[in-house]
């Protein structure tokens, strides 16, 4: 393994903290009747709440009584409950099981490998910490749509009596609609995708499935022990010769040199230094390190995780990074090797890359002077005294989603 020093000194910076997290195939099923005829942005009751409960009485009290034609849904630990069209299956959300719920409506007829297929999804979404239902969504606006053109155009709801704001012609494919509401100090959002005007098939559907849900939902104070971490409590500070990476929608922040500088067209991305490689494909090649993420793994650790790749792996070595279970390992594949790490933080992966690991490149950025590892998450040399304890993060933080 070559001299990699000064190189991967920029990696001892990163003692990453990371904060935790927020497409599901749809079942046919007959088209319910079209008794909603309520528009999009105004929530039409289809039952009626019962009384608000007294100090001793269960909060859940209040949910509605389903009919043949709906089934209930409660979820105590999140704090909700609504009805929803008995024929539709509603399941965990494959990224946030105890937190997040889908409903499965119709899909398009027609042969697709992705059909276009009708879900609706409401989230816990943790403490709103002072944000109102309007300042939540103009928040989420901003993080879901950074780098887009897409315009900011809310309007006025009530939920469960509670202020909301509606979002519709959310960017992706199909176009979707969002529904977000403060209630009890928590942040919930409830999507539907397509939204109605992005199917004349499945408009009908989607309509009543929007309008059964957020007419029935009922929220009470939510019975979990969750933690939230917020990344102003346990991101790093930077120094003079250091700078601050915060991702609030993948729910991470890092420290990196302040000569390296972030990469606009892909996030988590980090780039500096001189020139170490030159290319025949890719021209001149400098030091960069990205993070980013890849999907759920329950059940799995990190060497399992690592295991299931082809091939290409060397000098797999497993540690903790950041408190949650990682490996640590060299990727001789693609057009040079790199060096790179796997956290599985609750189930959910999260990657680091950093690039290029060539014996080229360590001849030209290697520092006089470094020698053994101070802080090895990740091949990093030569760390600053002041970067070598890497901050422990806790339990899943608020999410901004």
Known sequence: MPNLSWRFSILALLCVLLLGQACVPGSQAPAPDSAATASPHTVAATSTPGPLPSATADPASRCPTPSGATSLFLSRENGFCFLYPSEYPIQPDGLRPEEAFSILGPHEPGDFMEPVALVLSIAYHGPADGLTSAAYAERWFQLYTAGSNAPYEPSSARIDGQEAVVLSNLPGFPARKAAFVVANGIKYQISLSPQPEASAILAGDAAHLWETVLGSLVFFPPENDRVAVRADEVCPSPAADTALYRNDLEGYCFLYPASFKPDPAIPGRVEGGPVVLTHPDFGEVRISLTLGTMGVFPGKTPRQVIEMRDGGVESLNEMTIGGYPAVTFRNTEGPWASR??????????????????????????????????????????????????????????????
């Open 340 to 401: 790179q790490a796997l956290i599985l933080v609750h189930d959910a992966a999260y990657t680091i890359v950093a690039q290029p690991d060539e014996p080229a490149a360590s001849a030209t950025a290697s520092a006089p002077g470094c020698s053994e590892p101070d802080c090895w998450p990740f091949g990093m040399r030569c760390a600053p005294p002041a970067t070598r304890r890497c901050p422990r993060a806790s339990r899943r933080p608020s999410s901004p989603h």
